[in-house]
Every structure is written in C-alpha cells, then in structure tokens.
C-alpha cells in the first residue's frame, strides 16, 4: 500500500494524529476543535511560555477558556516546542504569522522557519497545510520545493494543501466549525487528502481549483473589508465636514435590501489581517507589473484615520480652551474591536502614542486588557483604569475608540467633561463630538 492510502485510511479512520504548527488565535481554536471531534492532537510552538501553559490547563486567549483546554488535555492533546516530534504527526497544519517588515513588504520568516525547523523530522506519508495569510504562490514556490528538496512530492508521497484561516474572533454566531472552510491542493490527490482530514472537524469545506485560488480567495476578502472601510472612512470625514451624522446614513442605506453592504467608519484599522495582508498582493502584483491601486489608496486613508480622530481632539479641547499639552486624556478601548483582548495593530495604541507626543498625558480603559501589552512598536507602562463617576469627571477628554458592550454608556454620558465619539455611539450631547 502506498503511503498515501495508509493516511488516508488513518484519515478516514480518525487514527490521524495532527500536528498544529503556532498556537494562537488561529491555530488553538483549531488544535482544540480537532481534538473535540476525537483526533488525537500535537500543538507546536516556539514559545516555551505558552507550550507550559497549555498543558497546565491554562489559556492566555480570554475567549478560549480553560475548561476547554482541560477538555482537549484529556483527549490526549499536547503541546511542544520539540519539534523532532514531527514524526509523530500524520498532518502538519501550519498558523504561524505573516507580518509585514520594516520597509512594509511580506515576511514569511515565521513560515519558512517553521518548515525548515519540521523537516528534518517529517517523513513520506504526510499531509502539509499551510494556513497562515499570505501572496498567492506561497504555497507553490516557497514550501512545495523545500519538501522536494527534502525528498517529498505533493501528490506521490506527501499531500501538501492551503486552507486559510477565517477565524473572525468575537462573533458569536461563527466559531471555528461552522466557517466554510475553503481549500486548494496542489495536486487532485492532495486537495481529496486535505478535504477529507477538515471534513471531520468543519461543517463545509468549499474545494478551489489550486492553492493560488485559496491563497487569492483570503487575500480578496480581507481586500474587500479594507477597500469598504477605506471608502466609509473617508465618507465620514466628507460627512462630518457638511454636519451630517455618517451614521444614520448609514443605518438608511442599510434598508435597501439588495445592494448595499453596510460597513461602520471607526478610528483606523485593527488587527493582525486587515491592516496588513492587502499588502501581500500589492507586493506580488508588482512582480506581474500591476500596480494595486485601490488597494493603496484604502490603506492611505485608513492609515490616516488615527491623525484624523486625534485632530478633532485638539479642536474639541480648543473649543473648551484647552490645549492638548497638559491635558489628562482617557482612551476607551485598546482592543480593536469589540468585545475581544487582540491589541495588535489597534488604531487605539496608535491615537495614545500621538497624543503623548503631543504633551498629552495618557490613561486607557479596557475591561479586556487589563495591563497593557507588551509590543514591538509602541510601550506605555500603563494598566486599565477603573471607571467611576469621580474618574471620569476627572480627565478633560475621553475617547471612545473601542465600543465594548462592558462599558457603562450611561455613566459615561453623565459624568465625562468630553467625549469624542469614534464609533457613533451616541448621537448628539453637548459633552460629546463625533470623529
Ligand atoms: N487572528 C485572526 O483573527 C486571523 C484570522 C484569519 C487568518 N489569520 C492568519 O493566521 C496566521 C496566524 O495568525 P494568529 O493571529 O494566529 O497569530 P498569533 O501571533 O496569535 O499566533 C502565532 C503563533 O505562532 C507561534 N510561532 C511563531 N513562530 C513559530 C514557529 N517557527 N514555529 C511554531 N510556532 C511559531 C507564535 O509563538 C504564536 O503563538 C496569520 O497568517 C494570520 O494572518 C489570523
């Protein structure tokens, strides 16, 4: 028998071990979903800080609570930084990040040392999944021939596939399952392979022709999402100049019932996808000579959009005979979106270090995020302020970046001196702006 009908008989028999390459926000919930539906799971990361956690029972994602990892445990899931125990795994389900570099162009660091750390151990037989965001052709120029190299043929002895990630963290009618799952092979042997080990934790799995379809289908919904909040943000500003209120434009627009997609303005773009991967295909298309233009000109307005909210601070404390320079200054959410702890590219952190070059002197307010995290680009040595009537009054503005359902908008309301109001929260008050 071939070694790949030996893993498809392991796959079809749910004797499959899988191995979860980086576990966090993408690969935990999966390595957690494969061990729910009865797989037996091996969870590998370089940071020996989660690996222990993990298998004390612990989370360091808030969603992610620790009965369930206690649940998966005793499933017989584990997690390692050894990464000899490659051999172990019948699939190698890579979610390791894809960042930008300095100059703004991708860094498929993360990717290609996970391979390079995983191959010495890897053997024919194996399945590889790349899930991590990334340029269509990943899959094909960059693993494809280190597994060649290594004595590995997508389609003969190994299975090698991409199957991106649509985690969307904080929805609370969308987990890790009920996603369709989309997936491209590099061969018809390797996407059968790949479809039929997903099958048994994801309720619809939607198959493309090639891996560069799956990697071009992540890049175009995360590009969709930039271009429409690029084109709002830039209709609120337009808006804000004629004192209309963007919002209720919105929410009219939203009543006709074909047509229209609502996407809601806000101070700037967040997170570890949006603000990033649209710059995955502007790279690559420049190699085909094809300049991205609306991808560019969305990223320059998003961009744009903490300098805008910032602006409106200084005018509403001007407006009160204030200056930025000496003013205690409070932001409300640091996450950057509702309802979930995930800081990383959050406009919030950005709107903070802007203001804090200005004179201003700086508080935030998460009921996610109690200490400020640790990050590459920006530090503040700062932990989340308690509200209170007495706090509140206390600060000469208050900016609501991040409109957690946690926070008390009543209190608020009453008690703030200002509020400059990034999230149409509210409509109009005489302590309130909207930016
Ligand atoms: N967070 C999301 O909502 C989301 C949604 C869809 C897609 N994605 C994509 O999924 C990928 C992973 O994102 P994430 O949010 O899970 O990142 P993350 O930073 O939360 O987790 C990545 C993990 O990989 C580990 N890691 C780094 N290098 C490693 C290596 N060489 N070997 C093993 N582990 C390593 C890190 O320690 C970390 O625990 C990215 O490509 C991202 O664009 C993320």
Redesign the pocket.
């Known amino acids: 028998m071939s070694t790949l009908h030996v893993l498809r008989n392991r796959i079809a028999q749910k004797s499959a071990v899988v191995g979860i390459?980086?576990?966090?926000?993408?690969?935990l919930p999966l390595a957690l979903r494969f061990s729910e539906v009865g797989l037996k799971v091996v969870g590998?990361?370089?940071?020996t800080s989660?690996a222990a956690l993990l298998n004390s029972g612990q989370s360091y994602i808030e969603r992610i609570t620790p009965d369930r990892i206690q649940h998966a445990l005793d499933q017989g899931f584990e997690a390692t930084t050894d990464f000899a125990r490659t051999s172990e795994v019948n699939a190698l389900i890579i979610?390791?990040?894809?960042p930008l570099n300095r100059h703004r162009e991708p860094d498929l660091s993360?990717i290609v040392?996970?391979v390079e750390?995983a191959l010495p151990h890897t053997h024919p037989g194996q399945l590889v999944s790349l899930?991590?965001?990334?340029w269509p052709g990943t899959t094909d120029e960059v693993l494809a021939p280190r597994l060649r190299a290594h004595g590995l043929e997508p389609g003969v002895n190994c299975a090698l596939v991409f199957s991106?990630?649509?985690?969307d963290?904080g929805n609370p009618h969308y987990g890790t399952k009920d996603i369709p799952k989309i997936i491209g092979g590099t061969t018809a042997r390797c996407l059968e392979l790949g479809t039929a080990l997903y099958q048994h934790a994801i309720q619809t799995m939607v198959p493309v022709s090639s891996t560069r379809a799956a990697e071009m289908t992540k890049l175009l919904e995360n590009i969709h999402r930039s271009v429409n909040i690029g084109l709002v943000n830039e209709m609120k500003i337009v808006a804000d100049k004629m004192g209309i209120n963007i919002h209720e434009v919105i929410d009219a627009a939203a009543t006709k019932p074909f047509g229209f997609v609502p996407y809601k303005p806000g101070p700037g773009l967040g997170?570890?996808?949006i603000p990033i991967?649209p710059y995955y295909l502007t790279w690559k298309a420049r190699e085909y000579g094809v300049n991205t233009r609306f991808i560019e000109l969305a990223g320059e307005i998003n961009h744009h959009m903490p300098h805008w909210v910032v602006g409106k601070v200084a005018d509403a404390l001007n407006e009160r005979g204030k200056a930025v320079k000496g003013s205690r200054i409070l932001v409300l959410g640091l996450a950057y979106k509702k309802n979930i702890d995930d800081t990383r590219e959050s406009p919030a952190v950005e709107i903070m270090d802007l203001l804090q070059a200005r004179g201003a002197h700086i508080g935030y307010s998460d009921p996610h995020v109690p200490v400020f995290p640790r990050k590459r680009d920006y530090h503040f040595d700062l932990e989340s302020v308690p509200l209170s009537a007495q706090t509140l009054a206390s600060y000469d503005c208050v900016i609501l970046a991040t409109d957690h359902d946690g926070f008390d908008y009543a209190l608020l309301k009453s008690h703030a001196q200002l509020i400059v109001d990034t999230r149409g929260r509210w409509t109009s008050a005489p302590n309130i702006v909207s930016a």
């Open positions: 390459y980086g576990l966090g926000y993408v690969g590998f990361d370089i940071d989660k979610c390791v990040p894809t993360f040392n996970t750390a899930e991590s965001t990334t991106p990630e649509r985690e963290p997170g570890h996808c991967d």
